[in-house]
């Protein structure tokens, strides 16, 4: 989906299968817990199933990043069988969601699988991306994500919302969608002031640093760049480098992800 206000650090590349097996055996061995597939969207990849099966082979968790175009009762089954986690973006009600991801049909296409991939026992979040074009809608979007977050069984696990960060496509667009300081927090404050019962997840930008690290689809791994606010990503080198664990474990040293990091010994890749 064309979306201005994405951060990610695309290649346009597919790489050979094997290739990207052993990029999952190098995370593996590196210590990595959880995988999370993300994109572009993960569902365009053919190999997928043997992607997640080989992830799982290693008894790493699967997060699964998808904007749900993709989503319907064929693909299901597979992702009942490997994803522990799943994650659907929804910015705002209808209009405003039209706006930011382009697609007319994508909002209420993502509001019918919703029940869907709660009836499978998939865990389920949403992730909205608070920026100028959509704070003013959140109050209407808590409203339609209050009878999932209600429901008896398998209810929304949670409501990520991440504050905008200006890096990669995102920083051509920060005049438009970049919010002023303190505007976030206070705007979330206020969200779950009004919605107690929701599970919301507040993601500023500053405590977004080195959260994960990115890998794309060659083996090319990035990090956002705690020093600078988040607003540019950091090339590591390639994921079987001999340092690459150094390095990033380098550059989030002192940060609060860092803390956790050596504390549990927990390494959280981004497949993109």
């Known amino acids: ?41 993960p569902l365009l990849d053919r190999d997928l199933e043997s992607v997640f099966a080989h992830t799982a082979s290693h008894g790493m968790k699967i997060q699964l990043d ?3 175009l993709l989503l319907n009762a064929g693909t299901l089954p597979l992702l009942q069988r490997y994803v522990s986690f799943m994650s659907l973006p929804l910015e705002g009600d209808a209009d405003t969601h039209t706006a930011m991801r382009g697609n007319k049909k994508h909002f209420a296409h993502v509001l019918d699988i919703i029940p869907r991939v709660l009836d499978a026992g998939i865990r389920l979040k949403i992730n909205t991306v608070a920026c100028t074009k959509n704070l003013h809608a959140m109050p209407t979007l808590a409203d339609t ?16 919302i991440y504050e905008f960060i200006p890096a990669e496509r995102g920083d051509m667009n920060r005049i438009d969608f970049e919010l002023s300081p303190g505007r976030f927090q ?7 002031r009004r919605f107690p019962d929701l599970p919301i997840e507040p993601g500023a930008r500053s405590a977004r640093k080195s959260a994960y690290f990115f890998m794309n689809d060659n083996g090319t791994v990035y990090a956002t760049n ?19 664990h150094e ?13 956790r990091f050596h504390d549990r010994a927990n390494l959280r890749l981004k497949l993109i």
């Open 226 to 244: 705690p020093s600078t606010d988040c607003d540019s990503t950091v090339f590591l080198g390639h994921i079987m480098d001999d340092d690459i």
């Open 145 to 160: 994500l209050l009878p999932f977050a209600n429901r008896e069984h398998n209810s929304l696990a949670r409501w990520s």
């Open 66 to 68: 998808t904007n749900g």
């Open 247 to 259: 390095k990033w474990s380098a550059l989030i040293e002192g940060t609060d992800h860092g803390v």
């Open 1 to 41: 989906m064309p979306c201005q206000f994405c951060y990610i650090p695309f290649n346009g590349v597919r790489s050979a299968l094997t290739d990207r097996l052993a990029a999952i055996d190098r995370a593996a061995a590196m210590g990595a817990e959880l995988i999370t597939f993300g994109g572009g969207d």
């Open 186 to 192: 206070s705007a979330m404050n206020e969200l779950c």
